[in-house]
């Protein structure tokens, strides 16, 4: 037990009294009181395999690639962008999201040591890349889908990984009816799988505590996810901050595998 609070201000004043070393106990406190963990991710999951996010310095969004300067990231992404100028987008997605060979980095792997042990009870992630599966996670909620699967927009036809990526049509074309293969990853402009969002939101109401890692936290929805967290305990991980930093009872602005690493 981490500590007895007779107030939801007493707690707050402890957590924000603690050092560094002290943080790192508290964690570690929380993780053995807690019995429903939930892990909240996002893109800063993956940089330390190689992917680079979108928002921080090295991000895609500060790429500057003269193919594609005169569009804005988010239209690169989008379904106007999809449907309007698919070559475009195809190009981009090829050059910037083909996660086929990249491993999953120490965080990824931890988080699927946690599940098995039965201290997580699952993860919901804006990464479209499988690692958290590559990693051995079950339980995994990709509210933005995978960029591993694809499927025809007509006869709804499904590929595997390699379909987009190892066309040679500058559009994919599907062999049965001709038409458009897209990766099966929510754009800029789409609505989030129903399926995935809804398991999301149990997970998260059911959970009692929720971390969230590796996100700025600036796509709506997954602000809006956090916002359904009702727990005892809410623990950021993220390098950069983020804006639900004042509800949060311990934020820790570092590499998000070290700090799961040094949970024991
Ligand atoms: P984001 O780029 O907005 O934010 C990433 C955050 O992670 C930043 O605040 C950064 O400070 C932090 N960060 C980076 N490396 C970190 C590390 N090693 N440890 C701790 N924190 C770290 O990304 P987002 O919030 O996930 O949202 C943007 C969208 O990016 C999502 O919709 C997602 O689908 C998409 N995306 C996915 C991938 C992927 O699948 N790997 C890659 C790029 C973008």
Do not use: W
Request: with cysteine; proline share 4%.
């Amino acid at each position: 037990m981490i500590k007895e609070f007779i107030s939801q201000r007493a707690k707050e004043k402890y957590f924000r009294s603690l050092n560094e070393e002290q943080k790192k106990n508290a964690l570690n406190n929380i993780f053995d009181e807690c019995s429903h963990i939930v892990f909240l991710g996002g893109a800063g999951v993956s940089t330390e395999s190689g992917i680079p996010d979108f928002r921080s310095k090295n991000g895609l969004y500060r790429k500057r690639d003269k193919k594609f300067a005169r569009y804005r990231p988010e239209y690169l992404l989008s379904s106007d962008c999809l449907y309007q100028n698919p070559k475009v987008f195809f190009d981009y997605f090829r050059s910037n999201l083909d996660c086929r060979n990249v491993q999953p980095n120490a965080a990824h792997k931890k988080l699927a040591e946690m599940e098995q042990k039965g201290k997580l009870d699952g993860i919901i992630t804006q990464n479209i890349d499988g690692l958290h599966q590559k990693a051995g996670s079950r339980n995994v909620q990709e509210i933005h889908g995978s960029a591993l699967r694809s499927h025809c927009v007509i006869c709804r036809k499904e590929y595997g990984p390699d379909f987009i990526f190892e066309s040679r049509d500058p559009v994919p074309v599907c062999p049965e009816c001709g038409k458009m293969v897209r990766p099966e990853v929510t754009l800029y402009g789409e609505i989030l799988p129903d399926e995935a969002y809804g398991n999301a939101i149990h997970l998260i109401q059911d959970a009692d505590c929720l971390i969230i890692g590796g996100t700025s936290l600036e796509v709506g929805t997954a602000a809006g996810l956090a916002h359904q967290f009702h727990g005892k305990y809410l623990v950021i991980i993220n390098k950069g901050k983020t804006k639900m930093e004042g509800k949060a009872d311990l934020v820790f602005h570092e590499s998000i595998s070290k700090v799961l690493c040094e949970i024991e």
